[in-house]
Structure formats: structure tokens, C-alpha cells
């Protein structure tokens, strides 16, 4: 199996200003992930950052790069403009790893992209896992999916589902053990080819009001495949907090 995984990287960051840039052991994260995804087995892991500051970054320490613009408003339009540099042929399986995940698991980043790689029904793959905690099941701040009985993605939402009717009229405080409720992971696999045609494709309005850009491939009929994956995987950098969580992890 061969694939390629790229990096997009943005400067700017509501929560965390200069997410990308911010040290980690002497090093700038958006490198950790690098440096990280490399031992995925992708035979080519390059940054595509948005800024000259986070190329410059990458240089020093020896990361592939390539400098897209700073008005994309999606991570995958900006894979589809890195693709155009790189030459990427339409039948690659790109892997998008994003800047704020240093501690993603090399191995489930191969196992992604060699989902879609057996998938030929699917232009997309992606990653989830059980969820547990009602909490977390009613956050907006976390995805869930549901997946159809060929693993295919049937929706994605930031609201609680699956909904158990019966369940929830008595009680909110503890999920059904048997209620498939499933965290989406914000790790992709594309075919190179569909990248290409994500920036042609009109946004539904669901995307805009979930802020689930996903759920534009949905809105038009292309396959996303999920990988089940057995336990909850590392969480990303989002908060000053987060930093100083991954930083003691890095450095322990």
C-alpha cells in the first residue's frame, strides 16, 4: 500500500493563537505531527500551511512544505490546492493529519488509509470510537456518526445521536450499554481525484449550521467509510490547557 499524508496548517486560532507554532519540547507541534505521521509507513508526509512563518518553521527542521493560501476556510480545500503543487496522481490516497494532533497514532492513520485503499464504494474514509459517557455524548463539541451495516458514514452531527426514545424519557444520565454511539476522529483519507473536485462542490446548508464540512461529500452521494477503532484515541490541542497536557506527555 502506498499513500502520501498531508498536514494543513493555519496560523490563526480562536482559542490558541498560533496553534501550529506553539512549542513543544523545543519544537514547533505542527513538526511533532510531522515528524509523527511519518512513521505511519506514508511513503511522503508534507505541511501545507498557510503562512510563511509555519513553512519557514518546517524548513529549519527539515519538514516538506508547500505554502497555500490563507483564505481557505476548510482544511480539505486546502489539501486540494497542496495536491495541484505536489502533481498527485487522481488514484493516491492522501491522508489529511491535522496540525493539532501530535499524539495521533501512527498506526491508525495506516489503518485510515488502507480502509479506503480496500473500499472502492468509498471516495472518503475517516475514524470513530464508542463513546461511553453521557457527557461527552451531549456535547456539541463532539462529533458523533452513525454508520450503516456496511460501515459506510449515514450522517454526522455535533446533537446526540443515535437518540434512544425510551431510554432518554427517563433518564439522561447514563447511555443504553447497547446504543451504537460513536465519537467521530477528525482524521480523513481521500482519493487524490475527489479532493480535487471538493472545492467545486456547492455547500449544503447543514454544513454551514454544523459546521461539518464532511457532510458536504454526504449532501452529495460520496461514500465515507469509518474505521471502528477499539479505544478512545489521544485528544487534540485546542486550549492553553491542552498544550500544557500534551507538552508533559511529549516531554515524560
Request: proline residues 7%; hydrophobic residues 50%; charged residues 25%.
Amino acid at each position: 500500500m502506498s499513500f502520501i499524508v498531508i498536514v494543513p496548517a493555519r496560523l490563526a486560532s480562536t482559542r490558541l493563537p498560533r496553534k501550529p507554532l506553539a512549542d513543544i519540547g523545543g519544537v514547533p507541534m505542527v513538526v511533532h505531527v510531522a515528524r509523527n505521521a511519518a512513521h505511519s509507513e506514508a511513503h511522503r508526509v508534507v505541511v501545507a500551511a498557510d503562512s510563511e512563518e509555519i513553512a519557514e518553521a518546517c524548513r529549519i527542521h527539515d519538514v516538506e512544505c508547500v505554502l497555500t493560501s490563507a483564505e481557505h476556510t476548510t482544511g480539505t480545500d486546502r489539501l486540494a490546492e497542496a495536491i495541484g503543487f505536489l502533481a498527485v496522481a487522481p488514484e493516491t490516497i492522501v491522508v489529511n493529519v491535522q496540525a493539532d494532533e501530535p499524539l495521533m497514532p501512527p498506526h491508525v492513520v495506516r489503518d485510515v488509509a488502507r480502509l479506503l485503499e480496500e473500499r472502492d464504494d468509498c471516495e472518503i474514509a475517516t475514524a470513530a470510537h464508542a463513546i461511553a459517557d453521557a457527557t461527552e455524548f451531549f456535547s456539541p463539541d463532539v462529533v458523533k456518526v452513525l454508520v450503516d451495516l456496511r460501515g459506510r458514514a449515514i450522517t454526522f452531527s455535533r446533537a446526540p445521536i443515535p437518540w434512544s426514545r425510551d431510554a432518554f424519557a427517563v433518564t439522561q444520565s447514563a447511555l443504553p450499554a447497547d446504543l451504537p454511539a460513536l465519537r467521530h476522529v477528525g482524521l480523513y483519507a481521500y482519493r487524490a481525484r475527489f479532493l480535487l473536485r471538493f472545492p467545486t462542490l456547492s455547500r449544503p446548508s447543514i454544513e454551514e449550521h454544523e459546521k461539518l464540512e464532511q457532510l458536504r461529500a454526504l449532501a452529495h452521494g460520496i461514500g465515507i467509510a469509518v474505521l471502528h477503532v477499539t479505544a478512545a484515541l489521544p485528544q487534540g490541542v485546542d486550549t492553553p490547557a491542552d498544550l500544557q497536557r500534551v507538552r508533559a506527555m511529549i516531554q515524560d
